[in-house]
């Protein structure tokens, strides 16, 4: 069912601060940034490497505000990990399959994710603790946008 790690994704206060930090410590560099106010982020995703089918990232997260999943999370744990996502071939069928293993889903269908994604999350307590993500990465590679580009001069 999985075909890679596609990302961690990491809570963080401040997301400059934090991009600022791993770019500098490990010399990834920023790809896409996106605010997502379905789902109450913020975000930026470093990349790790390219693959078939998608690639591996850093995922940071800033919450838009304390009444969301990653305001929520900063505020009962602190910074830290957030979740894990694995890309799958096709999302939508991975959750169907999941689901009939009796894992909860908190996304009955996928939703929209970084970089033209399709993303559904799984409970954590059904997944040993981790929130987990499945994610199909758009067609083709992601585009570097001049935002990305720009921000990481
Ligand atoms: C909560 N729990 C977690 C957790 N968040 N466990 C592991 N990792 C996390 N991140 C645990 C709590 O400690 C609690 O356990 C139990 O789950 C229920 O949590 P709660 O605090 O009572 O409930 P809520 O309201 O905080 O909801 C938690 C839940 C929610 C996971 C259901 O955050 C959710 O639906 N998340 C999915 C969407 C999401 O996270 N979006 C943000 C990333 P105890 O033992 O205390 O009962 S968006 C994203 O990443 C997109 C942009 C992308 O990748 O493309």
Known sequence: MFM???HVGIACHD???????FQ???DLT?????????????EAMLRISDGQGGGSYIQ??????????VGKFLAKRGEGVHHVAFGVPDVARALEEVGSRG???????????SMGSSIGFLHP???????TELVQAAEGQPETTQEARNADT
């Open 4 to 6: 890679r790690i596609d």
């Open 15 to 21: 997301l400059e601060e934090r991009i600022a930090f």
């Open 24 to 26: 500098r410590t490990f």
């Open 30 to 42: 920023v790809v896409a940034r996106e605010i997502n106010e379905e789902q109450g982020v913020k």
């Open 60 to 69: 940071l997260l800033e919450p838009l505000g304390p009444d969301t999943p």
């Open 103 to 113: 894992v909860r889903l908190l996304d009955e269908t996928p939703r929209h994710g």
């Open 125 to 131: 307590k059904d997944v040993g603790g981790m929130l």
